[in-house]
């Protein structure tokens, strides 16, 4: 059934700062880069690169965009933003220079706002992971992204953050005071180095310029997290104990992460280092951990045995940027043909949203979203978002995610046209 909700403009012209916003935006800005003595790199001229240019940021924490907007103060700039972040604020984020997006959909009016920003010339600001790194890592990127650097034709600058998913983590936004934390400003291509290379040549490049890890700077910098609290939400990350193979049983507190299976209990230190209370240490870094079960997964696709099941789920609609809207309840599966949700709300009107695996390389998953609707699978369609929260014990979002990235790539590899490293 077709509702009538009202839609998001996705197609609006963007907004050029406005000038009596662009202050704020900085005072909002300063006081975290102040208060955690970030240190800005700026390598090959960065500090005086005029605009029109795009700039390629990573994402792992809220702060990426306040040192990011310290960065290029006070040139002018346009920031892609998923439409979560309008809720409620639509005038304040368009007049600020925001351009909405739904997550993973290829959506060629992006490139149309993109192109505007630098006809404007002014900075268009990307984050390509599209989602916060679950682990301190790089998220996959999309292939296309390399054509539109081509495609804009101006310099090509990365803003790559490091600490701020260890200060702050996806699974725990309590702060661990991680100070100084640091952010490289680079210029990585100008419109010469454009022309002269292939679309491959700049995807690679640009995922080389995205390698970081998080857990591993930390160590390197001779820094520590500080705090109590230091594993407490890892369990939605680290699902699967490595000690006996169980899913959906991990549990954290304090500084440690238990399997309430087997009851094999890991400790992380101020360092980041995971340590076997008794026992072997299976995995002491946290992002060898998730690879382990990105690898359980990828046996489940190519063995063809990987299936949610059907999750019983509530399902709430953001159609536009007002509010979530509550859909219904029903059920979703996830399996070799991607995704299938059908709610039902309380007059009987039935809904369905199908995105079969070859549309969607990633997809956005939130972790007890707003500290009261739980864990939720974010899926996107051009004109619709629905937040989807399975409503049982047993998954574990994090296994979704990393099941859709690698039944894409299965996917593929079936059609003759195998991803690159690092590309989707």
């Known amino acids: 059934m077709e509702d009538n909700f009202e839609r998001f403009d996705m197609a609006r012209e963007p907004v050029r700062t406005r000038w009596f916003l662009r202050p704020l935006t900085y005072l909002l800005s300063i006081t975290d880069v102040i208060l955690h003595k970030v240190q800005i790199n700026y390598i090959g001229g960065t500090k005086e690169l005029k605009p029109p240019f795009l700039l390629l940021s990573n994402h792992n924490a809220f702060m990426d965009f306040k040192v990011l907007t310290k960065a290029i103060f006070p040139r002018r700039a346009n920031y892609v933003v998923a439409i979560d972040g309008f809720i409620g604020r639509e005038w304040l984020l368009r007049n600020v220079g925001c351009i909405c997006k739904r997550k993973f959909t290829n959506d060629i009016t992006l490139v149309r706002q993109l192109a505007r920003v630098i006809e404007n010339g002014d900075i268009a600001v990307v984050y390509p992971e599209a989602r916060y790194s679950l682990c301190g890592t790089t998220a996959v990127l999309p292939e296309s992204l390399g054509k539109l650097c081509k495609l804009l034709n101006v ?65 390197e910098k001779g820094l520590t997290m500080k705090g109590n609290f ?5 369990d939605h990350v680290l699902y699967q104990c490595p000690h006996c193979g169980t899913e959906y049983e991990m549990t954290s507190k304090g500084n440690e992460i238990i399997c309430k299976h087997c009851g094999k209990r890991w400790k992380m230190a101020p360092d980041g280092l995971l340590s076997a209370v008794e026992g072997e240490t299976e995995f002491s870094h946290v992002p ?18 990987y299936t949610s099941g059907e999750l019983p789920v509530e399902v709430h609609s953001l159609p536009n940027s007002k509010d979530f809207i509550p859909l219904g309840k029903g059920t979703m599966v996830h399996d070799s043909n991607g995704f299938r949700v059908q709610v039902k709300d309380l007059l009987g009107h039935e809904f369905r949203m199908d995105i079969p695996v070859a549309s969607a390389y990633s997809v956005h998953i939130e972790y007890n979203y707003l500290n009261k609707w739980g864990d939720c699978v974010d899926l996107n369609t051009l004109t619709d978002t629905w937040y989807t929260y ?27 046209k ?4 690092g590309l989707a």
Not at 230 to 234: I, K, P, S, T
Not at 294 to 305: D, M, N, S
Request: glycine fraction near 4%.
């Open 155 to 219: 310099p090509v600058a990365t803003f790559i953050c490091r600490g701020h998913h260890v200060n702050s983590p996806f699974w725990n936004l309590r702060s661990r005071k991680v100070k100084p934390t640091e952010a490289d400003f680079k210029l990585l291509f100008t419109p010469e180095d454009l022309a002269a290379k292939s679309v491959d040549e700049i995807n690679d490049a640009l995922v080389q310029a995205f390698r970081y890890d998080d857990f591993a700077w930390l160590r």
């Open 418 to 421: 195998p991803c690159r490293p």
């Open 230 to 234: 230091l594993a407490e939400g890892l």
């Open 288 to 305: 060898d951990w998730y690879e382990w079960e990105r690898a359980q997964v990828r046996a489940q696709v190519e063995a063809g045995t």
């Open 390 to 416: 399975p409503k049982c014990k047993h998954f574990s979002v994090t296994k979704m995610a990393l099941a859709t990235e690698e039944l894409y790539f299965a996917w593929r590899r079936s059609i003759g």
